[in-house]
């Protein structure tokens, strides 16, 4: 007895050193996904011409509206298009001849050459929620966001396995002047993280102020012959754009800078209610808008974008997870790919006000489809809460972990030898069982995808460690991964450059917060 008890405690001690390997914190990046599944196609051939017809149709008889710029008018009446006012009408064919020097792929640099990421082909690059003004967390509760909780948002997205990417406007700091908080949110994505992360956009100057700050960075000459950023730059839809994101597109496509050129979509709104009719303004919007960026510069990254979500027509609410913006954004997939462009879509969306079964639901169908539909840039990949509105903490580490089912997901099924597991299937025979056998114990640790969060513990242990359902635990999770944040190196004289560059900036204007 006394034996067998010694056994059981020797037994006990290796599970918890096992225990406590499978809990230290290591900052380990997966590469991006390299997609080794077919993409989803929901349009035959003759849907998509008809599609491609129409958007042709609505840029040269309808056309869209440049507002408030007066050079992008000139620039579009020296390439051929006719101006009325600021309504441009783009002559058929002419938006598909211009975007012909736009790159299929390019690679972002990241500071960390081991974490730069390729755009476009079959690759899919995840990144975190962008734009809430409000955070929530289990203590407490909805908030306007800080400048401390961007900057613990950058540090968990940068010790995430499953994340690629830093992100841009993670939440958006109200305790920071509006004029001056790219600044400081640029400054923590490149000092906290090591990670490829966004620029500004909500104004050309601060569009302007991400290069400068990107020079310093990486240098001035290689900032002009690659990529180090992706701006987010979104269409007024229905067909509108207007000045300020035109304006910070110019900036990045002269800086020879990735855009992302994306139609805000709320099916009922502003787009039509049709699948069909939704994706022909989608298409429309895109070809002028990445048009648009090769007059700037040709050859200059662009990203086909299309953000979806339908409307509850009881609330006016948008609505996310329906089967609606997964034809939409399965459809703008097929119309990406006939343009070679890389492809925006999808995210961890959801309408809910916390990370309850309603966000699981909506996000799982968000995701999923994103994957599907052969997205190769997903910004919102976790985080997200009602309708965009709200960056909470603890779905922002329970969506982390699921990105890695997508990983698990795209990689397809091998049928090597060691796949056929013929070996295996000999060794066990009839009414055997397969957890001793050789093949087992030699593919274990890699056969499955491992959760670093849900609980797939018995009743009874889960029972006596307190019961948790997943947002306790990804509660804990959170506190866990800051308590154990270790700052990337950086050149010391790099940052001190970077930090002097904030404060003269900061230093030459009177605080705006509106």
Partial sequence: ???????????????????????????????????????????????????????????????????????????????????????????????????KTAP????????????????????????????????????????????????????????????????????????????????????????????????????PSRAQDSVEMCEILFGKEFVQNNTVMTSLININSPMTFDDIMMGALEVYAKNNQACIVSPFIVGGAMAPVSVAGTLTQVLAEVLAGVAYTQIIRPGAPVIFGAFV?????????????????????????????????????????????????????????????????GVNFMLHACGWLEGGLVADFEKFVMDADQLGVLHGLAKGVAYDENAQAMDAIREVGPGGHYLGCAHTQANFKEAFWKTDLLDYKPFETWEEEGARDTRALASARVEHLLANYKQPQMDPAIQAALEAYVADKKASMPDAFT
């Fill in 1 to 99: 007895m006394a034996e067998a008890n010694t056994r059981r405690r020797t037994r006990g001690g290796g599970g918890a050193a096992r225990r406590a390997e499978r809990t230290a914190v290591k900052i380990e990046t997966a590469k991006y996904i390299e997609r080794n599944i077919p993409n989803f196609e929901v349009l035959n051939d003759e849907a998509l011409e008809i599609i491609e017809a129409n958007a042709e149709t609505v840029l040269a008889e309808i056309g869209v509206n440049f507002v408030d710029n007066p050079a992008a008018l000139e620039r579009w009446r020296d390439v051929g298009a006719e101006i009325e006012g600021e309504r441009v009408r783009i002559p058929r064919g002419l938006a598909r001849e211009l975007i």
């Fill in 104 to 203: 299929s792929s390019f690679t972002q640099h990241a500071r960390n050459p081991e974490k730069s990421v390729v755009v476009g082909g079959r690759n899919l690059v995840l990144a975190p929620v962008y734009g809430p003004p409000f955070v929530r967390d289990a203590q407490g509760g909805r908030r306007y966001a800080t400048m401390e909780d961007f900057n613990k948002f950058v540090k968990l997205a940068y010790m995430s396995k499953w994340l690629h990417h830093s992100g841009g406007t993670v939440c958006e700091p109200t305790d920071v002047p509006v004029n001056k908080r790219h600044l400081d949110m640029l400054l923590a994505h490149m000092t906290l993280s090591d990670k490829p992360f966004m620029g500004s956009v909500t104004d």
């Fill in 309 to 373: 979500s339908s409307i509850d027509m009881n609330s006016g609410a948008p609505t996310f997870g329906t089967p609606e913006a997964s034809h939409v954004t399965y459809g703008a997939g097929q119309l990406a790919r006939r343009l070679g462009l890389p492809f925006r879509s999808a995210g961890s969306f959801c309408g809910s006000k916390l990370p309850d079964a309603q966000a699981a639901y909506e996000t799982a169908n968000s995701l999923n489809m994103g994957l599907m539909a």
